[in-house]
Nanobody, 130 residues
Framework: QVQLVESGGGLLQAGGSLRLSCAASGRTFRDYAMGWFRQAPGKEREFVAAISCSGGVRDYVDYADSVKGRFAISRDNAKNTVYLQMNSLKPEDTAVYYC????????????????????WGQGTQVTVSS
C-alpha cells in the first residue's frame, strides 16, 4: 500500500510558476511509475505528466500536449517524492492536481490513463488568475 500526499498548490497570476510535490510512503518508491493528473470543475480528470519507475539508464517522462514545454516532472527517490514544476501558467491550468502511483517492472512505463494507476493522493488546488 502506498499513501500519497500532495502539497504546493496555491493562487497565482498568469505567467507565474509553481512547484507541486507529492510525498509517498513506503520503502519501494523507486519501483513505482508516478503520474500527475488534474481535474477542473465540471470536467473529467485528465493526464498531465508521468515518470517511469527507476532502474533503467534514465527515467522516462511523458507529457500532455497542453503542458509540454511548460511543465516538468521529476522524482527524488531518496526523499520518496515526485515533483511537478509548472512554468508559464495559464488560467486554463486551474484545477485540482492529483498525484498517482502504480508499481511496475517496466522501466519504460509512463501510463496516461486514470485506470492505469492504483494509488491516488487527495489533491491540491492550483488557481491561476488572468
Amino acid at each position: 500500500q502506498v499513501q500519497l500526499v500532495e502539497s504546493g498548490g496555491g493562487l497565482l497570476q498568469a505567467g507565474g510558476s509553481l512547484r507541486l510535490s507529492c510525498a509517498a510512503s513506503g520503502r519501494t518508491f523507486r519501483d513505482y511509475a508516478m503520474g500527475w493528473f488534474r481535474q477542473a470543475p465540471g470536467k473529467e480528470r485528465e493526464f498531465v505528466a508521468a515518470i517511469s519507475c527507476s532502474g533503467g539508464v534514465r527515467d522516462y517522462v511523458d507529457y500532455a500536449d497542453s503542458v509540454k514545454g511548460r511543465f516538468a516532472i521529476s522524482r527524488d527517490n531518496a526523499k520518496n517524492t515526485v515533483y511537478l514544476q509548472m512554468n508559464s501558467l495559464k488560467p486554463e491550468d486551474t484545477a485540482v492536481y492529483y498525484c498517482a502511483a502504480v508499481r511496475t517492472d517496466s522501466v519504460f512505463y509512463t501510463p496516461r490513463a486514470v485506470g492505469d494507476y492504483d494509488f491516488w493522493g487527495q489533491g491540491t488546488q492550483v488557481t491561476v488568475s488572468s
